[in-house]
C-alpha cells in the first residue's frame, strides 16, 4: 500500500494539523515506510488465528457504580485560557 | 389506515429508521466516577478521566453494563456475550478525549424487536438493529454570545445506550409510537428514567421517501430531536420537503439536518461530509468486554413484568381491548395504579372496562386540569374502586358519581362519607319516585297532552324534569319505567 500527497493531507484535515509543502512531503517518505514494515505481516498466514485485542490475558476491570462528589469547576478550569462563570469559553462553534 | 403521502403527482411513502440516545439512569459515568446528576454547577462534575488529561485510563461502571444488558432483555434482544469498546475519532469543543468511546463492530446487544399497537387494535413489529453502549458528550451553549461557545463538560462521560432500530417505520404517527414504546420498556425496566425535557432520552431520525414498491430513496438524518412532537413534526416537514424536491425533477442530497423547533423546518448542518471520517478502531485502553451466561441469565431473573405481558394479561384476564390496554400499560405508573384498584376489591375484576373509564377519562381529566401527576393523586385506587362498586350496586348513578370524584378530589374523603353527607344515595324507592313523577305530570298538563296526541320525543322532558325534582338521585331505569306507566294509564 502506498501513500499519496492527498491521503496525507487528508489524514492532516482530520487530526487538525497544518503541514507546510515540505512537511507533508517528509511524512510522505515516514509513514510509507511505516506501512511497508507493517505490512511484512502479511508473509505470515493468519488464516486460522482470532484477531486479538490486546495482548494482556486479563479479563477487563470494572468498577462499583459509586460516585465520588468532587466539585471540580475549580481545578477542571484552571488551565482553561478562556472562561465564564463555570463554563470553558471557546471560539464559537457554529450549528 | 393508509400513511402515503399524496404529492402534487404520485404518492409516495415514508421510510424511517430511529436512532434512539437513552441515558443509563446510573450514579456515575461510565469510564469515571464523577457524578451524573442533572442540574449541577458547570463543570462541577468533570474528573480528570472526563476532562481526558494525560494518562488517565478509563474503567468500566459494571451497572451501566447490567442495564445494557437489561435493557436489551426487554427489547427481545440477542445479547453478545463478547463485544469490544471502539474510539470514533472527531473534533468538537464539548469532546475533550477527541473521541467517543463507543461500540462498533461488536456492539454488546444484536438484534431484537419491539411491538407498536394502533388505535383499531392492530400492532405492527419494529426490528432493532443493535443496541451498543456510549459516552455521552458535553453542552455547549451556542446562544449566550456572538463570539464564543460556553461548554460545560457534566454530561461528558454519562453513559449512553445506543438503540438502532430498521427502517420499519412509515410515518410519523409510527415513530411517535415506536418512541413511546421504548421509553415505556426502559421506565419499567428502571434503566432509563426517560426524561425527555432534561435529554435523558433523544432520538436521530433517518428518513427518506420512494414510489410504494420501489428501491429505498437516498435518506437525510435529522439530529438530537428531544420530544416526540418534535420528531414528529420534523418527519412531517422533512417527508414533505423530500417528495417536493423529487417531483420537481431534483435529487435528494445526503444530507445531516438540524431541526428548528420555532420555525418548524429542517436544514442541513454546516460541517461537510468529510468531518463525518471516524476512523473507528479497537480502543487500546480497555480490553474486549465478556458477560458469561450465568451473569446473563441472573439478570433475566430482575426482569420485571414489561408492558407486553401486562397488555396480554389485561386483554386475557380482563377482557380489556388490545387497544385500552396499551394505552393503560404505557406510562407504567398508570399502570400500578390500575392493577391496585383491581387488587383492592375481588369484584371489580369483572368491572375492569367501567374502571378502566373512570380512571382514563374522569381522573385523568381532573389530574391534566391541576397538572397532578397519578402518583400524587389525592384519590387512592382503593377509593376510586370503590366508587365504582357503588355506581355498580345502583348506590348512586352514573351521574353523581361524577360529583362524588370532584368531592374525593379536592377532599380526599371515601365516597361513601361524602355521599352520606350530601345525601346523594339514589332513590330506588319506588313510591318516592311515583311521588315525584306524580309532580311533575300534574304540573304539566299541557305536554302530558300533547304527549299522548302522539309527540313521543316529550318523554325525555318528562324524564328530565322527575331527574331535576330528585336532585339526580332517582335510578333511571326505575323512573323511566314508573313514567312510562303513569302516562299510558293517562290514555
Known amino acids: 500500500m502506498k501513500l499519496d500527497t492527498n491521503t496525507i493531507n487528508k489524514i492532516a484535515k482530520l487530526a487538525r494539523i497544518r503541514l507546510s509543502e515540505e512537511e507533508a512531503k517528509d511524512l510522505l517518505k515516514d509513514m510509507n515506510s511505516i506501512l511497508d514494515w507493517v505490512e511484512q505481516l502479511n508473509e505470515v498466514n493468519t488464516d486460522s488465528v482470532k484477531p486479538l485485542a490486546n495482548i494482556s490475558s486479563s479479563i477487563l476491570p470494572q468498577r462499583k457504580d459509586e460516585a465520588k462528589d468532587i466539585n471540580s469547576s475549580d481545578e477542571i478550569l484552571k488551565n482553561s485560557p478562556d472562561k465564564l462563570e463555570g463554563y470553558f469559553a471557546v471560539p464559537k462553534v457554529v450549528e | ?62 451497572y451501566c453494563i447490567e442495564q445494557a444488558v437489561k435493557t436489551g432483555i426487554g427489547l427481545k434482544a440477542k445479547i453478545n456475550n463478547y463485544s469490544v469498546f ?34 383499531d387494535g392492530s400492532s405492527k413489529d419494529i426490528r432493532i438493529v443493535r443496541l451498543h453502549l456510549e459516552q455521552d458528550a458535553g453542552k455547549s451553549l451556542h446562544d449566550q454570545n456572538p463570539k464564543k461557545t460556553y461548554v460545560d463538560l457534566n454530561r461528558s462521560g454519562v453513559a449512553l445506550m445506543e438503540i438502532v432500530s430498521e427502517p420499519d417505520i412509515r410515518s410519523a404517527d409510527e415513530a411517535g409510537l415506536y418512541i413511546s414504546k421504548i421509553r415505556s420498556i426502559l421506565m419499567y425496566l428502571g434503566t432509563c428514567d426517560g426524561n425527555m425535557q432534561e435529554g435523558s432520552l433523544r432520538a436521530d431520525v433517518n428518513i427518506s421517501v420512494r414510489k410504494p414498491g ?17 420528531i414528529k413534526q420534523a418527519i412531517n416537514y422533512e417527508s414533505q420537503r423530500q417528495v417536493e ?75 380489556l381491548s388490545n387497544y385500552d390496554a396499551s394505552v393503560l400499560t404505557a406510562d407504567k405508573l398508570v399502570s400500578d395504579y390500575f392493577d391496585n384498584i383491581i387488587k383492592s376489591d375481588k369484584t371489580l375484576k369483572e368491572s375492569s372496562k367501567i374502571v378502566v373509564n373512570w380512571l382514563t377519562s374522569e381522573l385523568f381529566s381532573l389530574l391534566n386540569e391541576k397538572n397532578i401527576e397519578i402518583n400524587n393523586s389525592p384519590i387512592t385506587p382503593e377509593n376510586l374502586g370503590r366508587l365504582v362498586k357503588l355506581i355498580k350496586e345502583d348506590i348512586i348513578s352514573g351521574k353523581i358519581a361524577k360529583d362524588v370524584l370532584v368531592e374525593m378530589f379536592n377532599t380526599k374523603e371515601d365516597p361513601e ?13 319506588t313510591s318516592e319516585i311515583e311521588i315525584i313523577v306524580e309532580e311533575v305530570l300534574e304540573e ?15 318523554l325525555g322532558f318528562f324524564v328530565g324534569q322527575s331527574m331535576q325534582k330528585s336532585k339526580g338521585k332517582a335510578n333511571p331505569k326505575i323512573l323511566n319505567e314508573i313514567l312510562k306507566s303513569k302516562l299510558s294509564k293517562k290514555h
Open chain 2, 417 to 429: 362519607k361524602i355521599i352520606e353527607r350530601k345525601g346523594l344515595k339514589q332513590v330506588t324507592n
Open chain 2, 86 to 119: 471502539d474510539r470514533k475519532n472527531y473534533f468538537y469543543a464539548d469532546l475533550p478525549q477527541g473521541y467517543q468511546i463507543s461500540q462498533y463492530k461488536y456492539p454488546i446487544v444484536g438484534e431484537g424487536k419491539v411491538i407498536i399497537d394502533f388505535k
Open chain 2, 245 to 319: 424536491v423529487l417531483e420537481e425533477g431534483g435529487v435528494i442530497e445526503q444530507n445531516t439536518l438540524l431541526f428548528n423547533t420555532s420555525t418548524g423546518k429542517t436544514r442541513p448542518m454546516r460541517s461537510k461530509e468529510e468531518a463525518h471520517d471516524y476512523r473507528y478502531f479497537p480502543d487500546p485502553d480497555l480490553l474486549p468486554l465478556e458477560i458469561d451466561q450465568e451473569e446473563i441469565n441472573k439478570l433475566k431473573k430482575t426482569i420485571p413484568e414489561l408492558p407486553d405481558d401486562r397488555k396480554k394479561r389485561y386483554v386475557e384476564d380482563y377482557n
Open chain 2, 444 to 458: 304539566n298538563k299541557k305536554m302530558v297532552e300533547q304527549y299522548l296526541s302522539g309527540k313521543d320525543k316529550l
Open chain 2, 214 to 230: 420501489y428501491e429505498y430513496g437516498t435518506r437525510c438524518e435529522i439530529k438530537n430531536l428531544n420530544s416526540i412532537k418534535f
Open chain 2, 1 to 62: 389506515m393508509s400513511n402515503l403521502i399524496k404529492g402534487k403527482k404520485y404518492e409516495w411513502e415514508t421510510v424511517i429508521g430511529l436512532e434512539i440516545h437513552a441515558q443509563v439512569k446510573s450514579n456515575s459515568k461510565l469510564f469515571s466516577n464523577s457524578s451524573t446528576a442533572f442540574g449541577s454547577k458547570p463543570n462541577s462534575q468533570v474528573s480528570l478521566v472526563d476532562a481526558a488529561m494525560p494518562g488517565m485510563l478509563p474503567v468500566i461502571n459494571k
